[in-house]
């Protein structure tokens, strides 16, 4: 499998050398390159290595660093994107100027990735919850439509599967807006939903969808749905996303030697199939023309908040009635329960070995007139029988 030629890159202290010069925070580099601060410092120290489209971002933003150096000065200590990451940082926190990474903010321009919100939207002031998961949908919701459809090869599904993720994090938005990356949170929930093996028994996805018209799209997307769910979703983030090994293998829950081998057995699967497709960077491009061949169409955040708090209270009512019927059954039970022990009557048995019963036969004389006797003398009172001699 042939790779495209690696970007060169200056030593780990030349990295941080230009970092200081130009008065940079590992924080900010991080959100121009879209990574996690921990990570810049591991290139800065010569632990890890960019690799992907991260080492293309990270190159380019040092070079231009040592351009502006070599110029005399850094005239911008702020980097080409560095309105997007702000955008996105302040989806997190509800304000501007907060900490994190862009959870999907390329280096450079992707089909994958949506415009930020409109400046107006990120004032000075603290933004309501709704106005920052309105910001956040809007930014993350078409560009994760996407994704899912490469993930599902059903747009049905892929919308509903964007709309269950960020109504779990309209539930769950106080977690949600504290977290690092509320993006990849949305992403994650998303991807889980798309792949949930559940949905193969639901009727209306038992008929395949109408396959894209172009035949190489048709043939992509075909053998991206031959792989299995977990190198579906690897090759996706780091192909497709741009995202670090260390990244697609903690948001995939494996291990980053298992991430490796899901991505080389991926690729492959891809190479042998389409050969035109084993360069990563036509693999990422293809990707990218086969996610916009329809357009997304996804909800209104006002929308997507309503159903979220109407399934809340659907669930809510739900378990209030249950509640009350668990009390009511318990307390008919105690009400109707016995208050003592009865102990069970044994079931009966066969005797065996008793004579048959007989019927009395005819009275003789002498047995009738003792019976006279005994009918005339008893009524009378309690008077002792005493037998006498003949």
């Not at 200056?10 to 050398?17: F, T, Y």
């Not at 971002?57 to 150096?69: D, I, M, P, T, V």
């Not at 993720?165 to 539930?171: E, G, V």
């Not at 579906?232 to 697609?248: A, F, N, S, W």
């Amino acid at each position: 499998m042939t790779r495209s030629p690696v970007t060169p890159l200056p030593s780990p202290d030349e990295r941080r050398r230009l970092r200081t010069a130009a008065s940079l925070t590992r924080r900010q580099v991080a959100e121009c390159v879209g990574v996690r601060p921990e990570t810049v410092r591991a290139w800065e120290s010569g632990r890890g290595t960019p690799r992907g489209r991260n080492r293309k971002a990270y190159a380019k933003l040092l070079a231009g660093l040592a351009e502006r150096a070599a110029d005399g000065g850094i005239r911008e200590s702020v980097p080409v994107h560095r309105e997007e990451a702000a955008a996105v940082v302040a989806v997190r926190l509800g304000r501007p100027g907060g900490d994190g990474r862009p959870g999907t903010i390329a280096p450079e321009p992707s089909a994958f990735t949506q415009a930020p919100p409109p400046s107006s939207a990120f004032r000075e002031e603290r933004l309501t919850p709704a106005q920052a998961f309105d910001a956040l949908y809007s930014f993350c919701a078409p560009a994760l439509v996407r994704q899912a459809y490469l993930l599902t090869g059903r747009r049905a599904l892929a919308r509903e599967s964007v709309e269950r993720a960020f109504q779990l994090a309209w539930d769950r938005w106080p977690e949600v807006a504290r977290d690092p990356d509320p993006a990849g949170w949305v992403r994650a929930a998303a991807y889980e939903w798309a792949l949930s093996p559940w949905h193969r028994y639901r009727r209306r996805h038992r008929r395949p969808e109408p396959p894209p018209s172009d035949d190489e799209d048709r043939m992509l997307l075909e053998t991206l749905l031959r792989l299995p769910p977990p190198y579906r979703r690897t090759l996706l983030l780091y192909d497709g996303l741009g995202l670090g090994l260390p990244e697609t293998a903690a948001e995939t829950e494996a291990s980053t030697r298992a991430a490796a081998g899901r991505l080389t057995y991926a690729r492959e699967t891809v190479a042998a199939r389409l050969p035109e497709l084993s360069d990563p960077d036509e693999l990422q491009r293809r990707l990218a023309e086969l996610a916009c061949a329809g357009r997304p169409r996804v909800a209104e955040p006002p929308a997507v908040r309503g159903g979220s708090e109407r399934r809340a209270r659907f669930w809510t009512r739900a378990a209030v009635a249950f509640t009350v019927a668990l009390t009511g059954a318990t307390a008919l039970t105690l009400y109707t329960a016995p208050t003592g022990y009865e102990p069970p009557v044994p079931p009966g048995e066969t005797v065996r070995g008793v004579p048959p019963r007989m019927a009395p036969g005819p009275l003789s004389e002498d047995e009738r007139e003792l019976r006279d006797r005994l009918r005339r003398k008893l009524p009378r009172g309690p008077e002792r029988l005493a037998p006498q001699a003949r």
